[in-house]
């Protein structure tokens, strides 16, 4: 015997399940707010002399960048508030990418800080330090078994660069002993105590990791879409993660702090995904290594057009999902340690709800007012609730946002058109658009593929604003929400 299902049946199926999912992200939002967060305390900085700061190596990954954007950011290294003597800039260009080699000798000469180490192929004999670290380290669970099992020819990007710059840095520094290591972006401008800040932090903590804003989040509405992902999740979400090392963590790629014996010990960085972000935090906190979060943000790029913004969300998504995979299996994550680590990840997998979610449950809403009854009244009380917690949710959004903008944009009515342009029905258009690199993402992780560095195009749209801040000597723009007592508002 068949049952019938008819289209008001079917229609209230799909309302339920849409509400539920609903609900559920709400959950999952309320859960990662209930984490504390562990924000360094900056000043325990103060108590240290010289000869207890850290020793600092900072790696700078590029590839085919403007000569531009790299003279950007390292005149925001410029004034570092750090001893000289305690920290090195070290470029990493691939050796093959000769044009953006050259420019780094060019920058050298203005800027007495910065190296320049260009990576050679995988096949050179300078990379055996690091096949010689992966043999005797089972921690590189990659190199020993799988697939690419004591594969060499690592794929071109990032990862690679920073794996071998790393041994080739430890091997430098093997007389000296332990030292902090850092990398940002081609386009990353860390603010003057971004090392102070992780000398105080390494004080408590073993990783640390800065926030992020966008300093061009008023150029065009792509960026202004785009930096609005930066002041939800780094700014506000992200912090949570610390969970005095309850919770597993990612880092954010860029702005953070390792001990250099921590990644030997560990083995360095997976470089089979196509980001390594969230596989060396986990990894990092799978084995008791806990996460301090630096409040004083970075000030990046964000790409000006949809295009270029769904490339590099696509490669997020899929490093997602390929960190969520077998490096969990093969970290040791019980059942309950991997249902964490998704929790991570489904507030961006469930961005598309709001647009979904939001217009289905106010029409039901108007529909029961008006005395319609194809819905049960509970499943009207669920659209409600959805309804009130969405309007807290954005709220508390917007608040904390307005409060970030303090950081790049100084005159008031900047901040307000910044605003106007990420109101809720603009907001839902981009969330919508989130689908397609999630889409994307989701058939790379299928197809093993985002193994090639397919850069984010980077434009020095923040030149004016980092020599403002930086190399006239004026002090960052600080919102007075983010001192240590009152940090804990606004994430």
């Not at 299902?5 to 939002?29: E, K, N, P, R, W």
């Not at 300078?126 to 020993?144: E, G, I, K």
């Not at 390494?202 to 609005?228: C, E, I, K, P």
């Not at 961005?351 to 009244?377: E, F, K, R, S």
Request: charged residues 20%; glycine residues 6%.
């Amino acid at each position: 015997m068949g049952v019938n299902f008819d289209s008001g049946t079917i229609l209230v199926a799909m309302f339920v399940c849409v509400q539920l999912l609903y609900f559920g992200s709400f959950l999952v939002d309320f859960y990662l707010f209930s984490r504390p967060v562990n924000w360094v305390e900056v000043e325990n900085a103060d108590l240290l002399s010289e000869a207890e700061f850290p020793y600092i190596v900072l790696f700078y990954p590029v590839l085919r960048e403007l000569e531009e954007t790299m003279r950007t950011t390292f005149t925001s290294l410029t004034d570092m508030d750090y001893p000289a003597a305690r920290y090195r800039v070290v470029a990493i260009p691939n050796a093959d990418d000769q044009e953006t080699v050259a420019s780094l000798r060019r920058l050298a000469s203005e800027f007495d800080f910065l190296e320049v180490m260009p990576v050679p192929a995988t096949t050179d004999p300078s990379w055996d330090n690091v096949w010689q670290s992966w043999d005797a380290n089972s921690h590189a669970y990659w190199w020993h078994h799988g697939p690419r099992a004591y594969a060499r020819n690592l794929p071109p990007k990032k990862t690679r660069q920073l794996v071998y710059a790393f041994y080739r840095m430890v091997d430098e520094h093997e007389e000296m002993g332990d030292f902090l290591v850092n990398y940002i972006d081609a386009d990353s401008a860390p603010p003057k105590d971004h090392f102070k800040a992780a000398a105080a932090g390494m004080l408590r903590y073993d990783v640390l990791q800065a926030t992020n804003v966008a300093g061009n989040l008023n150029d065009t509405m792509a960026s202004t879409w785009h930096s609005f992902d930066h002041m939800v999740w780094d700014g506000r979400k992200y912090p949570h993660l610390s969970a005095n090392g309850r919770h597993p963590y990612w880092v954010l790629g860029k702005g953070l702090f390792f001990r250099a014996s921590d990644l030997v010990e560990l083995g360095g960085f997976h470089p089979w995904i196509t980001i390594e972000d969230p596989e060396v935090g986990m990894r990092m906190w799978k084995h008791g290594r806990r996460l301090g979060v630096i409040a004083n943000p970075l000030i990046e790029e964000v790409p000006n057009t949809i295009y270029h913004g769904i490339t590099q969300r696509k490669r997020w998504v899929a490093g997602f999902f390929q960190s969520l995979d077998v490096p969990l299996r093969e970290m040791g994550f019980t059942f309950g340690e991997r249902v964490k680590a998704w929790m991570n990840f489904l507030p961006c997998m469930s961005l598309w709800l709001n647009a979904v979610g939001l217009p289905i449950g106010i029409w039901a809403i108007a529909d029961y007012m008006q005395g319609g009854n194809i819905l049960p009244a509970w499943a009207v009380g669920l659209s409600l609730f959805n309804l009130a917690l969405f309007i807290g949710s954005l709220a508390f959004i917007y608040w904390s946002t307005w409060r970030r903008t303090a950081f790049v944009l100084k005159r008031r009515r900047d901040r307000i058109w910044y605003m106007i342009r990420i109101n809720p029905l603009s907001i839902m258009v981009f969330w919508l658009i989130w689908l397609i690199p999630l889409w994307i993402g989701w058939r790379m992780y299928r197809k093993d593929g985002g193994l090639v560095w397919e850069r984010t195009v980077k434009i020095n749209a923040n030149e004016e604003l980092v020599r403002e801040v930086h190399g006239q000597g004026i002090e960052p723009p600080t919102a007075p929400i983010f001192t240590r007592e009152k940090a804990g508002v606004i994430a």
